[in-house]
């Protein structure tokens, strides 16, 4: 029990400051001090600070799409319902980017492509997981396969995005442009 107490300790002071300045600039030390624990500490409960922002994003990637799922308008159509789920998780998606590891790493630090690739195939089996526990989806086999090239084609675009972008605004632009003239393609393709 009360190792579970630390590691939250340490997740929510990890967040708390990967937030604030951004993974890259946020050290070990840091991170236990806020904690109040010694350094050596964090490394019982994680393997290092790449798996500690693995967790924390997953537990809050987790936390968001489970909210997305719960609180969908039951007159939405299959085509909107999904459409609207892709757009919220590409929202979130940006914003784990940008609030907690910050574009700094992704855009100069050699581990950032594989540390963003694994992210993202544990986001896709979340999402594949999550659509078929949704009353709307059919469960059959072929269905979430068609569910994964969406998720799959929806994240390449979204994750081009960030490493192509100039400034939130050119984001914005973006997301619009993916939202408006993209996604509807994709969701179309991917019930029929």
């Known amino acids: 029990m009360?190792?579970?107490?630390?590691?939250?300790?340490?997740?929510?002071?990890?967040?708390?400051?990967?937030?604030?300045?951004?993974?890259?600039k946020t050290s070990v030390v840091e991170i236990a001090?806020?904690?109040?624990?010694?350094?050596?500490?964090?490394?019982?409960?994680?393997?290092?600070?790449?798996?500690?922002?693995?967790?924390i994003l997953m537990d809050y990637i987790r936390d968001?799409?489970?909210?997305?799922?719960n609180n969908v308008s039951e007159d939405l159509s299959e085509e909107a319902y999904l459409s609207d789920l892709i757009l919220k998780t590409s929202r979130l998606?940006?914003?784990?980017?940008?609030?907690?590891?910050?574009?700094e790493f992704i855009r100069e630090s050699a581990n950032s492509q594989e540390f963003l690739k694994a992210l993202s195939d544990d986001l896709?089996?979340?999402?594949?997981?999550s659509f078929n526990q949704a009353p709307l989806f059919r469960n059959a086999a072929d269905y979430s396969e068609r569910l994964r090239f969406l998720i799959k084609a929806s994240k390449s675009i979204i994750?081009?995005?960030?490493?192509?972008?100039?400034s939130d605004s050119d984001v914005r632009k973006n997301f619009i442009s993916f939202q408006k003239e993209i996604l509807p393609y994709l969701v179309k393709a991917a019930l029929k």
């Open 124 to 129: 896709e089996m979340l999402l594949i997981q």
């Open 159 to 166: 994750f081009s995005f960030a490493f192509t972008s100039v």
């Open 64 to 69: 968001s799409v489970q909210d997305l799922i």
């Open 33 to 55: 001090k806020r904690a109040k624990i010694a350094k050596a500490t964090i490394y019982k409960h994680f393997e290092g600070k790449e798996v500690l922002l693995h967790t």
């Open 93 to 103: 998606s940006y914003t784990v980017c940008n609030e907690f590891i910050g574009w």
């Open 2 to 24: 009360e190792q579970d107490i630390v590691a939250e300790s340490i997740k929510k002071s990890a967040r708390d400051l990967f937030r604030r300045f951004g993974y890259h």
